[in-house]
Nanobody, 117 residues
Framework: QVHVVESGGGLVQAGGSLRLSCAAS????????MGWYRQAPGKQRELVAA???????TYSDPVKGRFTISRDNGKMTAYLQMNSLKPEDTAVYYC???????????WGKGTLVTVSS
């Protein structure tokens, strides 16, 4: 069993910054991907950024140049540094870990990010 816990959400003004953390624990293969997704009210969940255990990163177009994903493999923790936040970034942010060996993936319960204009 794998547990995923997000933290760091909150209320911030437009132009501000927040840093989200995602800690995974349990039986986790060394080869995996950790990703941040978000879901705004009335919209589908979408990928924000992802990072492999080897450090390769992927970003969605709306956040490129503003968000940075990183990870600490020793702590099995991923981070999402969000700068120049916009009201349209308001959403519940979820962390996901995909285990390559078993092809299983696990979700956290999410953390709310609210950006005021």
């Amino acid at each position: 069993q794998v547990h995923v816990v997000e933290s760091g959400g909150g209320l911030v003004q437009a132009g501000g910054s927040l840093r989200l953390s995602c800690a995974a624990s349990g039986t986790i293969s060394s080869t995996n991907s950790m990703g941040w997704y978000r879901q705004a009210p009335g919209k589908q969940r979408e990928l924000v950024a992802a990072i492999t255990s080897g450090g390769e990163t992927t970003y969605s177009d709306p956040v490129k140049g503003r968000f940075t994903i990183s990870r600490d493999n020793g702590k099995m923790t991923a981070y999402l540094q969000m700068n120049s936040l916009k009201p349209e970034d308001t959403a519940v942010y979820y962390c996901n870990i995909q285990l390559w060996v078993s092809a299983l993936n696990y979700w956290g319960k999410g953390t709310l990010v609210t950006v005021s204009s």
